[in-house]
């Protein structure tokens, strides 16, 4: 690699790491080692002082303006070791204070500029030299003689969490947030998009450390509005501390979008388009002086997405065994779309505020066509055949408002944040069902319709202080308090033939009104020894109070008057955390790791809607629902041997409380508005009588050959255990059995800007306290060509390109029910993409430092951070089981 690249790569991670110790170092031109610098005490002073003092301006060379944030280091002349270091201010200046005497060079570097030795610099320990402008030249090569001899990994392990550089992704490309996170280790996605972590959805996903409510009413729907392309990298986070939220589980998933913050205006434009979908993206930035701006959007259309479904479900009554088998043709098509404005501003060289303003919408549309049902019951002479096509609108906006205000403190790593939030989902989730007339299913005798609005809004403030104790200590404290308001409003509506849709007069709709107030504080310390030891504990004390009330409104009535109280009662959790670390020898890295979680229920548990798009399997949720606990412990080794990296964890987790589904049969009628026919259905409803336990490994490794081909892949596997307490020997049940999923990637480099990309990934079935939930495999190869100048690229990507359709068949059962379900997935697609940068950005302005802001990462059903300077993180969604 050329010396210009590595002086760029240097200097930007002079910029990027933060100031610790006592300075920034910049690299060395012999190879010296630089101090570590991850916490106050982990780099030793053992030289002797002095009350020598050495000053200069930095300056550009061409301009003779300052050069801001230059990083500064002094070096003993013999052993070519740093004993002291600074960064120059914004007007160029710097000062090195009590320094010993000796015989000294003097490096100076920035990013964009040739490195700058000063030699021969003899100190006295009270003398005081002023070396006044120093010029920096431009290195004007670097743009033209950067030459890649190798590629970097598309997974890194931090010291809290596992990094899965999406930008390097190139199959991606086109795709949506879902696309992405199946490649990510320790995370399985489903059919539907359900994201979980080593087999639990208790994860918290945040997009930048920010939660959003779309999140907290379908997950599956929010990764659907995130462009694959402008996801920089996705976080994995198995082990939180205190600092974070005490809700989600399993750990928290953080999405990290890319981010321009440097000097200039930058207009990118991404598009694709394929059989199954079309996306067209814009974002542009602008960096001026301090401040700086960027404003975004993104739609994506999908459409051909068919597929088909058999469903077979016996009800075992006291008068014999009623069978119902259905089938049914689906279609899917659906518009999505994120906007977003953003704002920053760099008070001082020591604070700095940042805004934004975000709107996301969805518009997704289910077809059920030709859905028939064939229903046997008991003594009955013939089966019961019905037919109906349905239609299933899921309609939302969120709007997310952020204010964030960060300050440090001339003591490294003393910081003090304060942020809030304001998020709003409105949400609709409607079905309409056009009942067909036997004995041809050409005309529609009778309608059925459930209106279904709903809203979840939550408001946050929260403020964070950490502060170094010595040389080798932090601690972190802080506050946070959350409001929610829930609501949930349903109507039902019927027709004869295709008259207009009226209120059901034999059904009554009502209100759920759910409010929740979230009050928390916490303490973490982190101490590092000189043996490489981490240690951080810490302890988080929540206390939540609901207020709930449910109206039961007449019929045809929607949001009526505060009904009955439901008095649910509050509740308090204290949350330990320890996490301990060691560095050993050859880059090897071994972790240990303790902590408990809760999992409050979101709406899609609490919602006391009866669904009956399908009215043989219907849902139902429970406003009385109560949180989870769980205990999580993690053993992590990773370690590179030459060109591989390997990283293997062992890991138990067990969930007390927790919220479990539950089926059970009711009579309801058989797809008939007038005259109904008596059938036997399946509920679905939750409650918190269930015990999990999971037992397992990760596994995974990358390696590069030849410096351009990179192979990669792993599994994870746990033995899952599931019980149910429910006391009746009706509904009681115990299932257990292992769980596998693995993944593999290949990424080769050619020359003239050609790339070419294949990935893979294949779940086993998935244990279910009832039953199981088949396996299935994902497959795509991609080829992409830069253009000559970088700025814009082309390429194409397919993707199950053998398997039409692919078939996942799951069943459940209990002593009162069975059932068997095949789903066929016709998702074989091909896509081209394009994209093209407008504009250009410079070095004129630092890299601005990342504040904090709000992380909610609480709520089941429902969205971790960026690099953690000595210890880890976490947080929860969740889907029934």
């Known amino acids: 690699m050329k010396k210009t690249l590595l002086s760029l790569c240097l200097g930007t991670a002079l910029l990027s790491a933060p100031l610790l110790v006592r300075a920034q170092f910049p690299a060395l031109p012999d190879g010296g080692q630089r101090p570590a610098t991850a916490i106050p005490g982990t780099s030793s002073d053992s030289s002797p002082r002095g009350n020598a003092k050495l000053t200069g301006i930095v300056i550009d060379s061409t301009t003779g303006k300052p050069v801001e944030f230059a990083s500064i280091a002094l070096i003993n002349a013999q052993t070519k070791k740093p004993i002291d270091g600074t960064v120059a201010d914004d007007k160029g200046k710097f000062t090195l204070n009590k320094l010993p005497q000796g015989d000294f060079q003097l490096l100076i570097s920035f990013v964009g500029y040739r490195n700058k030795t000063v030699s021969s610099l003899k100190l006295d320990r009270k003398g005081d030299i002023n070396l006044g402008s120093i010029k920096l030249g431009a290195d004007i090569r670097t743009l033209k003689e950067v030459e890649v001899v190798g590629q970097a990994s598309l997974v890194e392990e931090k010291v809290d969490r596992l990094v899965y550089h999406a930008d390097k992704d190139i199959t991606a490309k086109g795709g949506d947030a879902t696309d992405v996170m199946r490649k990510v280790p ?72 890319k981010k321009t913050t440097l000097q200039g205006f930058t207009l990118n434009v991404d598009s694709g388009v394929g059989n199954r979908g079309s996306n067209l993206g814009l974002n542009g930035n602008l960096r001026t002086g301090k401040m700086g701006f960027s404003l975004s959007g993104f739609g994506r259309a999908n459409y051909n997405v068919i597929g088909r479904f058999a469903n077979t479900q016996k009800t075992f009554g006291t008068s014999g065994i009623t069978t119902t088998d259905q089938t049914a043709d689906t279609r899917m098509h659906g518009i999505f779309g994120q906007y977003t404005l953003g704002w920053d501003y760099d008070i001082s060289k020591t604070s700095s505020i940042t805004a934004s303003l975000r709107y996301g919408a969805r518009n997704n549309y289910q077809n059920q066509d030709n859905f028939l049902t064939r229903t046997i019951s008991p003594n009955a002479y013939f089966p019961i055949i019905s037919n109906r096509n349905v239609l299933t609108k899921d309609l939302s906006g969120t709007v997310d408002a952020n204010i964030d205000y960060t300050r440090t403190f001339a003591k490294p790593q003393q910081e003090l944040s304060i942020s809030a939030q304001f998020s709003r989902n409105n949400r609709n989730n409607d079905f309409t069902a056009d009942i067909l007339s036997s004995p041809d299913f050409l005309t529609t005798s009778a309608r059925q319709q459930n209106l279904n609005n709903s809203f979840n809004q939550e408001s946050t403030i929260q403020g964070d202080y950490q502060t170094p104790i010595g040389k080798n200590q932090l601690i972190e404290f802080g506050g946070k308090a959350i409001i929610r308001k829930v609501e949930s409003a349903f109507i039902y509506n019927a027709a004869t033939g295709t008259g207009p849709l009226l209120a059901d007069p034999t059904r009554a709709g009502n209100t759920l009104n759910y409010d929740q107030t979230i ?21 988080r004390y929540e ?15 929607q949001g009526g008057s505060a009904g009955k109280d439901l008095g649910i009662p509050n509740y308090s959790n204290i949350v330990p955390s320890i996490n301990i670390s060691k560095a050993l020898k050859g880059g090897k890295t071994i972790k240990l790791a303790y902590n408990r979680r809760l999992q409050r229920p979101g709406i899609q548990f609490l919602n006391p809607n009866v669904n009956t798009s399908n009215p043989t399997s219907i849902t139902k949720g429970n406003p009385f629902l109560s949180p989870e606990l769980t205990d999580n412990l993690e053993l992590a080794t990773s370690a590179y041997i030459k060109s591989v990296y390997l990283n293997v964890s062992l890991f138990a987790r067990q969930t007390n409380n927790s919220i479990t589904s539950v089926r059970d049969t009711v009579t309801t009628g058989a797809g008939q508005v007038t005259n109904p026919t008596l059938a036997q259905a399946i509920q679905t409803s939750y409650l918190n009588i269930g015990r999990e336990a999971a037992y397992g490994t990760n596994v995974f490794g990358n390696a590069t050959f030849f410096s351009k081909w990179q192979v990669g892949g792993g599994f994870d596997l746990y033995y899952s255990h599931l019980t149910n307490n429910n006391a009746g020997s009706v509904y009681n049940a115990t299932n257990s059995g292992w769980v596998v999923t693995g993944r593999f990637f290949t990424n080769l480099t050619i020359k003239n800007g050609w790339g070419v990309q294949g990935f893979a990934f294949i779940r086993g079935k998935q244990i279910q306290l009832q039953g199981y939930q088949g396996g299935f495999a994902f497959y795509s190869l991609g080829m992409k060509k830069d253009m000559k100048d970088k700025r814009g690229s082309f390429g194409i990507a397919a993707e199950n390109f053998f398997n039409h359709p692919f078939t996942i068949r799951s069943e459940s059962s209990s002593p009162i029910f069975a059932q068997n379900t095949t789903t066929s997935m016709y998702n074989a697609g091909i896509r081209v993409n394009f994209s093209y940068k407008i504009g250009k950005l410079s070095f004129d302005q630092p890299q601005r430092k990342k504040g904090r802001s709000v992380e909610n990462d609480d709520v089941k059903g429902g969205e971790g951070g960026g690099e953690q300077q000595a210890a880890p993180a976490a947080g929860g969604t969740r889907r029934p089981r």
Do not use: C, F, W
Not at 201 to 228: C, E, M, Y
Not at 544 to 555: E, F, K
């Open 186 to 257: 320790l995370l399985s996605v489903d059919l539907d998009g359900n994201v979980s972590l080593r087999g639990s959805s208790n994860v918290r996903v945040l997009i930048n450390n920010k939660p959003s409510t779309i999140v907290a009413s379908s997950v599956a729907d929010a990764l659907k509005q995130i462009p694959a392309d402008m996801i920089k990298s996705i976080e994995v986070i198995t082990s939180p501390s205190a600092k974070y939220d005490a809700e989600g589980s399993a750990g928290i998933i953080n999405i990290v979008t």
């Open 519 to 539: 009050g928390a504080g916490y303490v973490s310390y982190t101490l590092t020894t000189k043996n490489k030891y981490t240690i951080k504990a810490g302890t």
């Open 543 to 557: 206390h939540t109070t609901i207020n709930a009330n449910y109206t039961q409104n007449q019929p045809g009535e």
